[in-house]
């Protein structure tokens, strides 16, 4: 990713929440994938979800749930995983830049390969 002055790196909780707010607003476009989130309260999830991209990406103590047991049993297939990263990429491209996103970037695709990979050894990606 290259440098641009007009688009910021993700390097704040605000900047967080845009990110995690417009990357589920564009995956909900996906229909394959929507309905593995249509039982989730995302208003109710959001402060977990901004906790757990502040650890991540800023170093923030606070986040302690096991995230992939959040996912354990919400359904998910092999296609999942391809569309999920394809949308968190482009959202990141479309707003962001700088070192903080490309470890966005190179956390998510260690947390869908991790899952995916759990989720085969235990049975249950479908």
């Given at each position: 990713?290259?440098?641009?002055?007009?688009k910021p790196d993700l390097d704040n909780k605000q900047r967080i929440e845009q990110m995690i707010?417009?990357?589920?607003?564009?995956?909900?476009?996906?229909?394959?994938?929507?309905?593995?989130?249509?039982?989730?309260?995302?208003?109710?999830?959001?402060?977990?979800?901004?906790?757990?991209?502040?650890?991540?990406?800023?170093?923030?103590?606070?986040?302690?749930?096991?995230?992939?047991?959040?996912?354990?049993?919400?359904?998910?297939?092999?296609?999942?995983?391809?569309?999920?990263?394809?949308?968190?990429?482009?959202?990141?491209?479309?707003?962001?830049?700088?070192?903080?996103?490309?470890?966005?970037?190179?956390?998510?695709?260690?947390?869908?390969?991790?899952?995916?990979?759990?989720?085969?050894?235990?049975?249950?990606?479908?």
């Amino acid at each position: 990713m290259n440098k641009q002055p007009d688009k910021p790196d993700l390097d704040n909780k605000q900047r967080i929440e845009q990110m995690i707010r417009s990357f589920y607003n564009s995956l909900f476009t996906n229909e394959s994938i929507k309905p593995v989130f249509a039982n989730t309260d995302f208003e109710k999830h959001m402060p977990h979800m901004i906790a757990f991209w502040s650890f991540v990406l800023l170093d923030e103590a606070g986040y302690t749930t096991n995230v992939f047991d959040k996912h354990l049993n919400l359904g998910i297939k092999q296609e999942h995983f391809g569309i999920w990263l394809e949308h968190f990429e482009k959202n990141l491209q479309k707003q962001f830049i700088g070192p903080k996103t490309e470890l966005a970037l190179q956390r998510a695709k260690v947390i869908a390969y991790t899952f995916e990979k759990k989720l085969e050894s235990l049975g249950k990606l479908k």
